[in-house]
């Protein structure tokens, strides 16, 4: 009986430990223009800053201009592949879906639904054929074609040696003329860290 006692205070007491060393998890707010950088790799501050460089370039660039002055208005783009051509895992979706927001918002640029969009847009127009009233139906072949077609790549380079690193990343951009295989403006932005590991962890 004394030993039964004696056993369930211990795990009494090894409960209790177990629940002290249980670690609390903490969460800040933070405002989404904060640079914050925890380990180094490519995080949103590298986004926000190669989309505004990138974009600022491709407008400042003689195409646009030259389009705008021949047609007389807004060339149509349509956002193509990003790829992740670096060493780390990179969602380069984020980059063009940035690069798409900025673009819009200059009021320069027209843009049309991407690849993993359109279907979907596609589906509802044929739905709305046999569902929807003849005065709101949308009529089928009434789509706008893109002019131009953005796509990009993610690459990387790492120079290590101790507990030392430079990371340098390669984003670059391109706008190729749909209808005649011409590239227009091509654009290519760099980003490099130097990331220093402590040799003593506690």
């Known amino acids: 009986m004394k030993k039964k006692i004696q056993l369930s205070a211990l795990a009494l007491v090894l409960v209790a430990l177990l629940i002290s060393c249980q670690s609390t998890v903490s969460v800040d707010r933070l ?49 193509g592949s990003f790829l992740n051509r670096s060493s780390e895992h990179i969602d380069t979706s984020i980059i063009a879906k940035r690069y798409e927001i900025e673009l819009i918002n200059s009021g320069k640029v027209d843009m049309v639904a991407d690849v993993s969009f359109r279907a979907s847009v596609r589906d509802e127009r044929e739905e709305q054929q046999y569902f929807a009233s003849e005065s709101t139906a949308k009529a089928l072949g009434k789509e706008i074609g893109a002019d131009y077609l953005l796509q990009g790549s993610v690459r990387t380079n790492l120079d290590q040696v101790g507990g030392k690193s430079v990371r340098t990343y390669y984003v670059s951009a391109e706008l190729i003329d749909i209808e005649t295989n011409k590239k227009v403006w091509v654009g290519e932005e760099t980003i490099k860290k130097m990331v220093k590991q402590s040799k003593y962890q506690f």
């Open 31 to 79: 405002s989404s223009d904060v640079n914050i950088d925890l380990s180094g790799n490519w995080n949103d501050t590298d986004i926000r800053l190669v989309s505004e460089a990138l974009v600022k370039d491709s407008l400042r660039s003689p195409w646009l201009d030259q389009f705008r002055m021949h047609k007389m208005k807004n060339p149509v783009v349509i956002v």
